[in-house]
């Protein structure tokens, strides 16, 4: 593992019930890199994402993390306290938590029973929780029940949630579905914050919030490394034209004389 | 503090703390002796349902399995007073079976101080057992509650069976002293009756410090989504764990309040069907906060008194009605009435939340269900989408 490398997937399978969602992938992330995971529906992005948080555990393979630590033996509540965040794709929220209190237990912080018990919340922890605010645009709903947030103030709650813990590593799952252009946009340039500090792997379908990004792509398709480069040679790739593009740009044509 | 910035509202319930305080200490100078230990025990009462809901209120978890934990704090207390009511010799019930010796593991609660801290501490390592294997290997919902069920019929069955030890179907009974007064005395009741009060407040005050501390946090989140708490890198199990085995110690506590009270514990106290009711105080008196708990334990076991002597029959029918009635009509309890009062109190609330499409997910189903449909428009579409 060179330097520069923060994570080094190799090798990875992943079996369900004789199924292979995930063959062989190899998966590499240098230090600070933003890298898009983009493939057809059922290419195992989201489980390539579970294995590297500790959800779904390979039938084989290795994922290295940091210092040479094989993580795929550890529960999932260690590996995100090594430093692995992780978005899933519906926002999960405490949503009978206010939206501060929310932010509150998301940041970095001891996490024994002991440390919780006495924890108070100091005026620098209050600062850059009041300042996460203000980054995600909750500023003014810090008293908020979470649960009656809309779905994108959901989204960058959790995404506030994330950047709290202060991970090294940023799993996010289709961080724009669902959301309205404005929104979209927005998520945007919390996302280009964000990838100025921290390695970040996307899993995305929107290929049009992609192409914002001048940024490494790896596509997948069956569980297998398909390609691996910038957006302009992913879209120059045949293979990957035939098996996702391709298709995209039928849907897309379907969809607007619909 | 910052009691300065304090809200009218703040203040009043403060206000409202106290005099409940004031109240419940000085129960003894204007209730009668008889009322005054039937108080007594609801409070033993009250201080489990407190337990209960930091584990089913707070985390989310239902145990129908309280009944033990109260009920091994109970015969931890029932065992020592048994033993200093027979005086060096063999307890009644044990003579009657055919024993000739006091059984090794008896002798371990002929001292007051260890018979209390066991009450404490078996009900607590019971569910300190249970819990690591259960929550470690994310066995939760209603699998860990049947689980409680089982444990419960497993503990009662070895009380019923084992008479030579335990006193079986008819418990242990037959007291005299504590600590040398006499439990028949007025006045050894009125201490143990503000012993008990005391014992409240303080558990009421330690569940008020858990809640409000970031670990109650963490255990509201664990509720809200346990896969989210684990990535964010708190173990739940661990978190789960804890609060159970203090529940249960909790419990233990108020089943040695209890049998000092009540003279007798016998397997039918603590049981499916008592486990199942200090479920139920929980849930009318409103789960998620502590004042609701504790008054539901309180004002239920009053009304369970009052309304079955006079009509035996019909308690249970009333209760289950009561039950009913709260889990359709308010999902937290009678508590969250006043919490956030919902709109079918207030009329004309309910129309102005009608017409404005309700900004909140409160309120009855079929309000909300109203809420849907109406999104944002008059209740005149609503009507004709109705129609």
Not at chain 2, 7 to 24: C, M, N, S
Not at chain 2, 234 to 255: E, H, K, M, R
Not at chain 2, 300 to 328: C, D, H, Q, R
């Amino acid at each position: 593992m060179s330097q520069n490398e923060i994570l080094q997937c190799r090798d990875v399978t992943v079996e369900f019930d004789g199924f292979k969602a995930v063959q062989g992938m190899n998966l590499d992330l240098h230090k600070g890199e933003l890298r898009f995971l983009i493939g057809p529906n059922g290419a195992g992005k989201t489980t390539m994402l579970d294995v590297i948080c500790g959800k779904v555990k390979p039938s084989s393979g290795r994922v290295t993390f940091g210092e040479k630590v094989d993580i795929t033996k550890k529960p999932e509540h260690q590996i995100a306290e090594m430093g692995i965040g992780r978005k899933f794709q519906a926002p999960s929220i405490f949503s009978s938590m206010t939206v501060l209190e929310n932010l509150e237990i998301a940041m970095r912080q001891k996490r024994s029973v002991a440390a919780t018990l006495f924890a108070r919340l100091s005026s620098e922890a209050k600062d850059r929780l009041h300042h996460q605010l203000d980054m995600i645009g909750l500023g003014d709903k810090s008293g908020h029940r979470a649960g009656g947030l809309s779905h994108g103030e959901k989204q960058w709650l959790e995404i506030g949630m994330m950047l709290l813990q202060e991970p090294e590593v940023l799993l996010l799952d289709e961080p724009v579905a669902g959301m309205t252009d404005k929104e979209t946009d927005k998520t945007g340039e919390l996302l280009h914050e964000i990838a100025l500090k921290r390695s970040v792997v996307v899993v995305e379908h929107d290929m049009e919030f992609v192409r914002n990004f001048a940024s490494k792509v790896t596509v997948m398709h069956e569980g297998k490394l398909l390609k691996e480069g910038s957006m302009e040679d992913v879209q120059g790739d045949e293979r990957v034209a035939e098996v996702y593009l391709g298709k995209r740009r039928d849907d897309y044509a379907s969809r607007s004389t619909a | 503090m910052a009691w300065r910035q304090w809200t009218p509202r703040q203040w009043w319930i403060l206000g409202g703390y106290a005099v409940a305080t004031a109240v419940l200490f000085a129960a003894p100078l204007f209730v009668s002796d008889f009322r005054l230990n039937l108080l007594a025990k609801f409070l033993a009462f009250a201080i489990v349902a407190l337990g209960l809901d930091l584990i089913w209120g707070y985390t989310g978890i239902l145990s129908l399995g309280h009944g033990i934990f109260f009920g091994l704090g109970a015969y931890a207390m029932a065992m020592y007073l048994k033993l200093e009511a027979s005086g060096g010799k063999l307890p009644d019930f044990m003579s009657w079976s055919g024993l000739k010796e006091l059984p090794l593991f008896w002798k371990l609660f002929e001292p007051f101080g260890a018979a209390v801290a066991l009450g404490l501490l078996i009900p607590a390592l019971l569910a300190l057992g249970l819990g690591f294997f259960t929550f470690r290997n994310r066995i939760r919902g209603v699998y860990f509650t049947i689980l409680t069920q089982a444990l419960v019929i497993i503990v009662t069955t070895l009380l019923v069976g084992q008479q030579a030890f335990t006193g079986g179907t008819n418990g242990v009974t037959g007291y005299s002293t504590l600590l040398g007064y006499s439990l028949a005395s007025p006045d050894t009741k009125r201490v143990l009756y503000w012993v008990t009060a005391a014992a409240l407040l303080g558990v009421f005050l330690f569940c008020r410090f858990l809640t409000g501390s970031r670990f109650g946090k963490v255990l509201r989140a664990i509720r809200d989504g346990e896969n989210r708490v684990r990535f964010i890198g708190y173990n739940p199990a661990l978190y789960q764990t804890v609060i159970f085995t203090v529940s249960a110690g909790i419990a233990g506590l108020a089943g040695m309040l209890f049998v000092l009270h009540v003279g007798i514990i016998s397997p039918s106290m603590l049981g499916i069907v008592p486990s199942i009711e200090m479920v139920l105080w929980v849930a009318i008196g409103g789960r998620g906060t502590l004042i609701g708990a504790a008054l539901g334990a309180i004002l239920m076991n009053w009304a369970k008194s009052e309304f079955s002597t006079a009509y035996p029959e019909g308690w249970l029918f009333f209760m289950g009605a009561l039950f009913v009635i709260v889990v359709v009509f308010l999902p937290k309890g009678v508590a969250g009435l006043f919490q956030s009062p919902p709109p079918w109190l207030n009329p004309g609330k309910l129309l102005d939340r009608v017409r404005n499409g309700g900004s909140g997910t409160r309120g009855g189903p079929l309000l909300r269900l109203l809420r849907k449909k109406d999104n944002g428009k008059s209740i005149q579409s609503v009507r004709r989408q109705a129609e």
